[in-house]
């Protein structure tokens, strides 16, 4: 490979990436992409203890993150440190993501689907809708020419794949990555520890439910929903889409 594919990941919560496609990152991963981690908030809303501490809790939350990182392959992960419940797609946090695709060059955007239909957690309906706007902001030079000032030009990212669908028409076989997927995710342990077996056999359930969708010889799979931009080329060489002629 002469030079490596990079993509950058967009979420709201510190085990969202694991939950929804650890296993297509693991293998993005092993296939040589460069891979970034965006965080939205420290999700330091997410226990069930009244009497726990909020900033303690976001501080092994993230301590959880780090080691879930490690073991999916990531090359870089940012905190943005945003207010837990409460995100919204503001301009400040647009233009928090769109310094960062300038500085990280991605060629694909992997994030929620904020249009799926009866999403219930507002974090995740506004982080996509933030994750792509931005897209378009990183590209074109009058939005937060600040940035431009600074030494960042724009940047086209030319490949989009939403997670969490409803709509999906592209997957992943993680057959051989399932299991680095099921260790990175127990590794947020404040989330999951109480409840590992019914999540295992949840997420088994979830993965071979999106492989019948993916096609004959598959076993395990992750399903997006893709976007081809025009203006630029088309990453290649991972996963399977349901429309070959694309």
Sequence with gaps: MNEARTAVAVCAHPDDLEFFCGGSIRKMADEGWQISLIIATDGDRGSHDPASSRHLYASTRREE?????????LASMEFLGHEDGDL????????????????????????????????????????GLAALDARLQARLPHFHPDQLRDGLDPWTITDIVL??????????????????????LRAHTSQWESIWPQTVAAVRTMAESTARLAGEGIHLAEGFKRLHVPLGPVSAGWGQSSHPAD
Excluded: M
Excluded at 65 to 73: D, N
Excluded at 163 to 184: G, M, P, Q
């Design 65 to 73: 993150c780090r080691a879930a990182a490690w073991l999916l392959g």
């Design 88 to 127: 919204q797609n503001v301009r400040h946090l647009r233009a928090e993501l769109t310094r960062l695709y300038r500085i990280l060059k991605p060629e694909v955007l992997i994030t929620f689907d904020p249009w799926k239909r009866y999403e219930l957690h507002p974090d995740h309906r506004e982080i």
């Design 163 to 184: 997670f969490n669908t409803d709509e999906a028409d592209y997957f992943i076989d993680i057959s051989a990555t399932f299991d680095a997927k099921l260790e990175a």
